[in-house]
């Protein structure tokens, strides 16, 4: 069964850093072809932050956190983190890690996949707060 772990939020000022990370267990002979964050506030629908694909390395970014937000992958593929710079209080929000299913999803749709229906696996989120 896979389960993806997040660790790393917090609360910071603005204009300040968090690093969150991403662990994928339980792939069976498989790694995702893809891991992405979200994240969603109270009252607002879930939206993509940022997507790498393994394989590529090809990146996916939300206008709202160009040139701030990097999305990274380990070699082996399962870990993914997102380094946060520059924060802002409108980017306070709970933060969720999200991946593929290469069983189950045959085919992909490249530079598409960041949005909730591409996900198959999600973690349980962490909480980042920005304060002003």
């Known amino acids: 069964q896979v389960q993806l772990t997040e660790s790393g939020g917090g609360s910071v000022e603005a204009g300040g850093s968090l690093t969150l990370s991403c662990v994928a267990s339980g792939y069976s002979r498989v790694t995702p072809r893809y891991m992405a964050w979200f994240r969603q506030s109270p009252g607002e629908e879930r939206e993509g932050v940022a997507l790498?694909?393994?394989?590529?390395?090809?990146?996916l970014y939300a206008d709202p956190v160009k040139g701030r937000f990097t999305i990274s992958q380990d070699s082996q593929k399962t870990t993914s983190k997102l380094t946060m710079n520059n924060l802002k209080p409108e980017d306070t929000a709970m933060y969720y890690c999200?991946?593929?299913?290469?069983?189950?999803?045959?085919?992909?749709?490249?530079?598409?996949?960041?949005?909730?229906?591409?996900?198959?696996?999600w973690g349980k989120g962490v909480a980042v707060t920005i304060s002003s």
């Open positions: 999200a991946a593929d299913d290469p069983w189950s999803r045959p085919t992909i749709d490249v530079g598409n996949d960041l949005t909730p229906a591409n996900m198959d696996y």
């Open positions: 790498i694909y393994s394989y590529s390395g090809a990146r």
